[in-house]
């Protein structure tokens, strides 16, 4: 394995400015009222040891606090405690001084801070300023301390620097980082285990891997299944400046486990802004992509972060024209990588999405015979407040400067500002939700490697998704959750060897106390005998099912907007409060390659800038979107000949 280094390394998310204000009135709206049996059938509150995952759990796997060197330098002051009280429920003070609460607790978290300087502009702000000797670093030091504005400005420039890889050589030793980042590791490693309490609330060792060639966003969120005696044998591991290939995190992951015999995944976001290099067709170098590179990534990165505050990568109109839902989290982000060093080109798009990626992934199985893209997929924050909200009447922004106040949905954003990204491009979103046997590192591991997860941009829906061949509107008189687990697989798993065409459960249950249901569609993503790669969007369930029906053409007519934009809010009177169906595809060829996931969406809502507006009477930048269509997105089922013959 490659010598580790740990280089006071540039944290590169993509940050607002703005300050101030106080925050406080929650939205109340009419709500569905649901049968407490159909709750209880979806989502068992049990504890289970064994058996089908019966057990949903929400969490939050990519959040930073002040350890993170941009966390800090743009002026987050909370560190991993108050992190894990937030997420567990409690009443914290964010940085700015607004009391903050989540309305519904989490069930497990990752603090994920980045690698590369783990601490060091804290270290740097704490620093005696005359001990100082590097100019660089003391005019750092100097701008620092005269406040945020201080603070946001040496944060730029040191990001700005990454990218260009000319960071200030006394920050590129090693041996200087080490101490620190032992220290904080093996601190951080206790209280973790002091608030990870099993059954009740996961607390999880992870760290964020910050790979930014050019700018290009290639980072990955590493989760570790193991607690302290483990994890204190190694240090996160920082790939440095330049371009060091992903292989060496897969090295570093592979000497952890055969070190420690503990285990550990990785998972990348922010496919969206890496300008076409996370998900490419070729290996390493641009040659052929080859059998065993495909098989490391598989087994390495079983997890995809579809959604998160830096834009939705679901899909992009440029790729699907046909999808009138495709785009959504788009708007901003597509401009151009991370840093904004380098504008998209249209060609790039194609190695961002997820859909397009899951395509890819059949695609080269086809050569190959190994699928590098099989992946589950789940949301996550990414904020670097130490505050893992995802709700649009509650966000509290990217990182200190984006806490609630009149200006941050129209400020320019760093690193962006002549681009045209501003603050209401980012999203309150997303989180991760899980299908557990108990609420304990090993279970919620366990279900992330089998992928029985998926995505949602923020709401707390209820999704559940089998693949069979023998299921029928008639199973959900019975224990239709059972029938799935012993006739078929959940989402996340191959189809098994069966006859006819391929039929699937699907059930979508609204967040209790969210909005109702538009739709729930069924995503395809298919290879033919030429190689040829195709998609097609089914709409499956939707809501008013009585009054919207099918046009000529065979598409549903939009479900209607309640949203009210004098007061932020909405009403249930539309959509359902719960989708349910058995769809079978009768396009099916049992000669291709194929894979299907889950797209629910909710009825229109406001979105934060809507309620910022409200609050502070904030003057909203033409076309500032204030409502949209929120949504869950399943882990796809696999359909393989080969292993379904």
Request: proline fraction near 6%.
């Amino acid at each position: 394995m490659p010598k580790k280094r740990f280089i006071f390394l540039g944290a590169v998310a993509v940050l607002a400015i703005g300050f101030g204000a106080t925050y406080g009135w929650r939205q109340w709206q009419e709500k569905s009222v649901l049968d407490d049996s159909r709750i209880a059938q979806v989502a068992s509150d049990k504890e289970n040891t064994s058996g089908p995952a019966m057990k949903l759990l929400w969490g939050d796997t990519h959040l930073h606090t002040s350890n993170s060197i941009d966390a800090f330098g743009f002026g987050v002051k909370l560190g991993p405690e108050e992190a894990l009280r937030f997420a567990r429920g409690e009443e914290v003070t964010s940085t700015w001084g607004l009391k903050a609460k989540l309305e519904r607790p989490l069930d497990f978290l990752v603090i994920a801070d980045h690698s590369g300087g783990l601490g060091a502009t804290k270290a740097l702000y704490d620093a005696p300023g005359f001990l100082i000797r590097d100019p660089v670093l003391r005019r750092w030091h100097d701008e620092m301390h005269k406040g945020p504005e201080g603070m946001q400005r040496v944060t730029a420039e040191l990001i700005d620097r990454v990218g260009r890889n000319d960071l200030p050589k006394s920050l590129t030793d090693p041996e200087r980082q080490r101490e620190t980042s032992t220290n904080i590791w093996t601190q951080h490693s206790t209280l973790i285990e002091r608030y990870n309490e099993p059954g009740k609330f996961t607390a999880f060792m992870g760290f964020e891997y910050t790979l930014m060639p050019g700018g290009n966003n290639l980072h990955r969120v590493v989760m570790f299944r193991d607690g302290k005696s483990r994890t204190d044998q190694v240090l996160p591991y920082d790939p440095g400046q330049g371009d060091t290939p992903v292989s060496q995190l897969w090295d570093y992951m592979d000497n952890y486990e055969k070190r420690t015999g503990g285990k550990v995944l990785a998972i990348p976001h922010n496919s969206n802004l890496s300008n076409g290099l996370m998900f490419e067709l070729v290996g390493p170098g641009g040659g052929p992509m080859t059998a065993e590179y495909a098989r490391r990534r598989a087994a390495r990165e079983p997890v995809v972060e579809m959604t998160q505050i830096k834009g939705d990568s679901e899909a992009h109109p440029f790729l699907s024209p046909n999808d009138e839902f495709a785009g959504f989290g788009t708007a901003g982000w597509d401009l151009g990588n991370l840093t904004m060093q380098a504008a998209k080109k249209p060609q790039d798009f194609a190695g961002e999405y997820i859909r397009e990626a899951l395509k890819r992934g059949l695609a080269i199985e086809a050569k190959t015979g190994v699928n590098p893209y099989k992946f589950g997929v789940i949301g996550s924050t990414d904020s670097h407040t130490a505050l893992a909200t995802a709700d649009e009447n509650n966000f509290f922004g990217k990182h200190s400067g984006g806490e609630p106040n009149g200006k941050r949905a129209s400020e320019p954003q760093n690193l962006g500002t002549r681009m045209g990204r501003f603050g209401w491009h980012y999203l309150a979103g997303g989180y991760a939700a899980v299908w557990a046997t108990a609420n304990t590192r090993a279970a919620i591991f366990d279900a992330m490697m089998r992928k029985e997860i998926y995505a949602t941009t923020g709401p707390r829906m209820t999704v559940r998704f089998f693949g069979g061949w023998d299921f029928k509107p008639s199973d959900f008189k019975g224990n239709w959750v059972m029938s799935g687990y012993k006739r078929g697989v959940p989402m996340g798993s191959d189809l098994k060897p069966g006859k006819g065409v391929p039929t699937f459960i699907i059930s979508a249950l609204k967040d209790p106390i969210g909005a109702n249901l538009d739709r729930v569609q069924v995503v395809k993503g298919w290879v033919d005998a030429s190689g040829q790669m195709h998609e097609k969007v089914f709409d499956v369930a939707w809501g008013d099912a009585d009054k919207r029906k099918r046009d000529a053409t065979g598409k549903i007519p939009a479900v209607g907007d309640t949203v009210d934009v004098t007061k932020a809010s909405y009403t249930n009177i539309i959509g359902d409060p719960e989708l349910q169906t058995v769809w079978s595809d009768l396009e099916f060829n049992p000669n291709q390659k194929a894979f299907y996931y889950l797209r629910i969406l909710e009825i229109p809502t406001p979105r934060w800038v809507l309620f910022d507006a409200i609050r502070y009477g904030a003057k909203l930048l033409p076309g500032t979107q204030l409502k949209s269509q929120e949504r869950a997105y399943s882990s796809p089922i696999w359909y393989n000949p080969t292993k379904a013959s």
